[in-house]
């Protein structure tokens, strides 16, 4: 046998192994991604920061998180803030602030979002007044590029985190839903997008089809999940942002429907860089956030 045929004969049975391996389902392969440091939006155990913020941290740390993503400091000053975090063994990525800090005490923001180590400012919601009016989310749009422009210079990224309600189709907007608006006007080296994975789910719209169209603009999700999808009211998307769905609904990460698996086999092309656990009213938020470690803690994707 010449060497040309041994060589034809290598090459012949190595594209019919690769194409029976192809043809496998690609889950029939051990997943290799893992996420290695989970973290917590600390507005999951606000209450009890109230009451005890160093030690709530602690007990925090104690579960396993690594990162926290901050929602108020209750009245501690950023390098008391960074002296807990680094006793703790964590690290604060981000934090949320409201809109009005945004526009009238944005400076002040930026300079405690460095002594704390922040890399990311992030504004969580919008007040309805402002989104309902004619211009709204024009100010919205134009008032996030000035933020992000200015953090920039800072090296601090500024971002939005979205609920439910930009997922209605606006009016004002000719029809077309806010959060498509907020993406398309506003600048991507100085606004990012922190997506909550579990409102955009409930309004029946997938976050993997937006990772695709505006891909690596979400470097940071909140991971929370429901014990069922909702049925949505055609143009009512905002109809879930209520006490008694965040109660009966909402659940630990894990024990309900969303697929995760699915959703972060495509991080990377979404960007994601940190993935914070949060539920809105657990019944004993330790024991949500326990639960929801383990789980993360343990997913291959």
Request: charged share 25%; glycine share 6%; proline share 6%.
């Amino acid at each position: 046998m010449t060497k040309f045929s041994m060589n034809r004969r290598t090459f012949l049975e190595t594209s019919i192994a690769t194409g029976v391996l192809a043809s496998f389902p690609s889950r029939a392969f051990p997943a290799t991604h893992e996420i290695k440091r989970v973290g917590v939006q600390l507005y999951t155990v606000r209450d009890d920061m109230k009451k005890d913020f160093a030690g709530s941290i602690a007990k925090v740390a104690a579960i396993g998180y690594k990162e926290v993503e901050f929602a108020g400091y209750f009245d501690h000053q950023p390098a008391d803030v960074k002296a807990l975090l680094q006793k703790d063994g964590l690290t604060a990525p981000s934090c949320h602030v409201s809109y009005d800090v945004v526009e009238n005490h944005w400076p002040e923001t930026i300079d405690a979002a460095k002594i704390i180590g922040h890399d990311y400012i992030i504004c969580p919601w919008v007040e309805e007044k402002l989104r309902k009016s004619p211009d709204g989310w024009k100010k919205v749009a134009e008032a996030f590029n000035k933020a992000g422009e200015a953090s920039a210079k800072a090296g601090i990224q500024f971002g939005y985190h979205n609920h439910t309600f930009e997922f209605a189709p606006d009016p004002n907007l000719g029809g077309k839903l806010p959060y498509d608006f907020l993406l398309d006007n506003t600048n991507p080296k100085f606004v990012v997008m922190e997506m909550d994975l579990c409102w955009i789910t409930v309004t029946g719209h997938d976050p993997v089809a937006y990772f695709a169209k505006y891909p690596g603009r979400f470097p940071l999700v909140h991971v929370k999940d429901v014990k069922e999808i909702p049925k949505v009211t055609p143009g009512k998307a905002d109809e879930f942002l209520n006490t008694d769905f965040e109660k009966n609904v909402m659940t630990a990460v894990g024990s309900g429907v969303i697929d995760w698996k699915r959703i972060f086999a495509h991080a990377d092309e979404a960007g994601i860089k940190h993935y914070f656990v949060e539920h809105d009213a657990p019944v004993d938020p330790f024991a949500s956030i326990t639960a929801s470690y383990k789980y993360l803690a343990a997913l291959r994707f």
